[in-house]
């Protein structure tokens, strides 16, 4: 049995993933969330964690770029699937270079579509992508970028941090994500099982390190150098 989870705040794709997981005799559903908070929340408390989550990269809160960096840190067990409407070849490649194995569009929800019947005729690309993620092979559908061998990952966040600044620790690690993300620092202590005390001593740590005054100085500074990716910067990439 293999256990899915998945973030998606449209409602319309939410019934109609949830369908298509429905149909493999091997499934369970075990999250089902509409943003990124709830999703953090949710692993938090999980008795089973999903083997694959489906991931939308337009979230509220925590969009679905941030939270597979965070994810590839923090539970490196989870398979992760981007899901989007993007056919955005800078974003497609950022997500899986953060650590997601796959992406598909969600034209895989209407199988009986013109562009689905014109780009992948009678083939099951749901299903097509949860066979090469169990396998841990790369999965992009064609509509996102055809020459899926070809796409060159760029350095992960988790990378660049490890190599410009070895001294940070995971913690302070998942705190540059989460701060970067649209949330309080009260949200903050709850995703990261820490007091709000706690959270504003590493705000101020992070703060005195990289000679910022505050989070949106240490946001900047943590886009401008690669500590922190955001699907707002690669969405000015066409292909």
């Known amino acids: ?20 997981i429905s149909k493999l005799n091997y499934s369970t559903l075990v999250i089902d969330v509409v943003d990124g908070y709830e999703l953090l ?48 070849k800078a974003l497609v490649t950022e997500v899986l270079s953060e650590g997601a194995i796959s992406f598909i569009s969600k034209h895989f929800t209407s199988p009986d579509s013109a562009i689905y019947k014109l780009t992948y005729g009678n083939r099951n690309v749901f299903k097509e992508a949860i066979d090469q993620t169990i396998l841990n092979n790369t999965y992009i559908d064609d509509l996102l970028f055809n020459k899926g061998r070809e796409l060159i990952l760029s350095t992960s966040t988790n990378q660049l941090i490890n190599k410009k600044f070895p001294e940070l620790t995971s913690i302070h690690k998942q705190f540059l994500l989460l701060n970067a993300a649209d949330l309080s620092y009260q949200e903050i202590a709850l995703v990261m099982n820490k007091s709000l005390p706690t959270i504003k001593k590493y705000l101020s ?20 150098n690669g500590l922190v990716k955001l699907p707002s910067y690669y969405d000015q990439f066409v292909n």
Do not use: W
């Not at 049995?1 to 298509?20: H, P, Q, S």
């Not at 989550?53 to 981007?82: A, C, H, N, R």
């Open 205 to 224: 740590f992070l703060l005195d390190k990289f000679e910022v005054k505050n989070k949106v100085e240490l946001v900047t500074f943590c886009i401008k």
């Open 1 to 20: 049995m293999i256990a899915f989870g998945l973030v998606e705040d449209n409602e319309r794709f939410r019934i109609l993933i949830k369908k298509e």
């Open 41 to 88: 929340l949710k692993l938090n408390v999980a008795k089973k964690l999903p083997d694959i989550l489906f991931l939308d990269i337009e979230l509220p809160k925590i969009d679905g770029l941030l939270l597979t960096s965070y994810i590839s840190q923090v539970y490196p067990s989870i398979k992760m699937i981007g899901v989007s409407s993007h056919s955005n």
